[in-house]
Structure formats: C-alpha cells, structure tokens
C-alpha cells in the first residue's frame, strides 16, 4: 500500500520558514513524480510544487518562485519543501501528492494523497 507521511506543518509569522517533509513507502518515486498541493477553505485544491527524478523536470507555482524549494533524500524516502519568506497568503493545508505524469506540467492528476498539514502564516 502507499503511503504519504507529512509532518513540518505550524504557525508562523509573515517572513518565516517551515520546511514540510513527506516521507514515502509502498511507491517507486522513478515511477511518480512527488509534490505538494494546497487548499485554502472554498477553493480548488492547487498545485506548489513537483519533481519527478525520471524526467528531471520540477514545477513550481509562480506564487512560490524564488521562495519555495522542493528536495528530495533518495535514502530515506522523503520528500521536503523548505518555504521561505512566508506570507500570509501561504496560509492553507498542504498536501503531499504522488503523480504519475512525469512531465510536470499542468493539470496535474493525482494519484495518491497524503493526510495534509496545516501552514499558517501571521501577519
């Protein structure tokens, strides 16, 4: 079975960091490219931030550019998104996603979800 483990997830204020990490079993990440989605209440779940270690492609959102960065430990299976410079528009439950497209490119379809984690970013 799959599984998408998150944990980092806290209260900050604006201009902080957190760094989210998802730890990943029962998936072979050569296979699917690992990333992080968001929601906020009343809209559509969106997309942060994807890899994909086959295509060597990365994807992030333009509202995260030159503030998030996604990383990726090979040995443990874990997946990390290091968020700087947070604002309070980041604020929104954080998704750790397993996507079988390789390419990155948008519309993302999602195979499988982690559980989410709450960022929440103070003015």
């Known amino acids: 079975e799959v599984q998408l483990v998150e944990s980092g997830g806290g209260l900050v204020q604006a201009g902080g960091s957190l760094r989210l990490s998802c730890a990943a079993s029962g998936l072979n990440f050569d296979d699917y490219g690992i990333g992080w989605f968001r929601q906020v209440p009343g809209k559509e779940r969106e997309a942060v931030s994807c890899?994909?270690?086959?295509?060597?492609?990365?994807y992030y959102a333009d509202s995260v550019k030159g503030r998030f960065t996604i990383s990726r430990d090979n040995a443990k299976n874990t997946v990390y998104l290091q968020m700087n410079s947070l604002k309070p528009e980041d604020t929104a439950v954080y998704y750790c996603v397993a996507v079988l497209d390789v390419t990155m490119t948008p519309p993302f379809i999602v195979d499988y979800w982690g559980q989410g984690t709450q960022v929440t970013v103070s003015s």
């Open positions: 890899y994909s270690l086959s295509s060597h492609r990365t």
